[in-house]
């Protein structure tokens, strides 16, 4: 068998689902601010490196400042091609839990909308949902906004990140 013919057809090959995680690729400044239980704001910087790993997932790796010390993470965003839908996932060293998410695409391109679920950050042993919001704004800067539903089933914002390409 020709090996290079064997290359080319193994795997999954990206399709046009993955064209939207090409735009996340890059070395990112990031500005944040988060609401605190308290009622006050905490700001934030940080750094996001992300790959493309073999045109099917934007990889990354992050760190920033928060209340109490320094976070670093790693995340993915990938368009499943068997179950048809964007999926993610994100780790922290803030964090034993392995945050998966499902995505859709807004119509016009610009939002990705990623719903997980996850521990209640109030209740010990409950989980709730959870949501980020990323909004590609032009080709050098996105937003973040990260929250979850409240008790009345509402989406609360509680964390907003400016990303500037470096």
Known sequence: MNTETQEETMGTLP???HEWLRKLVGEWRTESEMDMPDGSKVSAQGHESVESLGGLWAFSKGSSEMPGGKMDYYAGIGWDVSFKEYRGFKIMSVSSHLWKCVGTLSENGRKMTLD???????????????????????????????????????????????YTRE
């Open 116 to 162: 997980c679920e996850g521990p209640d950050m109030e209740v010990d042993g409950k989980t709730a949902m959870y949501r980020d919001v990323i909004e590609i704004v032009d080709d050098n800067h996105r937003t973040l906004a990260s929250g979850g539903l409240d008790a009345q089933g509402n989406w609360q914002v509680w964390m907003t990140a400016r």
């Open 15 to 17: 399709v046009t689902e």
